[in-house]
């Protein structure tokens, strides 16, 4: 059986791309410790700092090489998130946290979806 590579975080690249990678970063740890700090949903600052990294990771950091599969993975997440949340968060001591959590996720990552379609299908509209 063929062992397929892991794909590590690779940030010693140059340019935007380790911009916006350090940003993905920065932005997946604020919206699970938001999460925890503000059970539940998050609060306007929160928001408004996710909303923002989500812009900035839709801009600088997916190509359109990788744009379908980003698109992909987002729906896919976005899906997972709003639905998890709303069945987890029942869940004793514990549920309003992963409702947070989860809730601050969907956060950062609508807008980085929203930006790399919108991308999209001006390049479909280009050619």
Do not use: C, W
Request: cysteine-free.
């Amino acid at each position: 059986m063929a062992k397929r590579g892991v794909k590590k975080l690779n940030f010693s690249g140059g340019g935007m791309n380790r911009i916006g990678g350090l940003f993905f970063v920065l932005g997946a740890l604020i919206a699970i410790l938001g999460g925890i700090v503000y059970p539940g949903s998050p609060n306007a600052s929160l928001s408004t700092v996710l909303i923002v990294l989500g812009i900035i990771v839709g801009l600088l950091n997916v190509t359109m090489r990788e744009a379908q599969a980003f698109l992909l993975a987002t729906a896919s997440l976005v899906v997972v998130t709003a639905l998890g949340g709303a069945v987890l968060g029942d869940i004793a001591f514990i549920g309003a946290y992963v409702a947070g959590v989860l809730h601050s996720v969907l956060t950062f990552v609508v807008p980085a979806s929203i930006i790399v379609a919108l991308k999209a299908v001006y390049v479909l509209a280009e050619d």
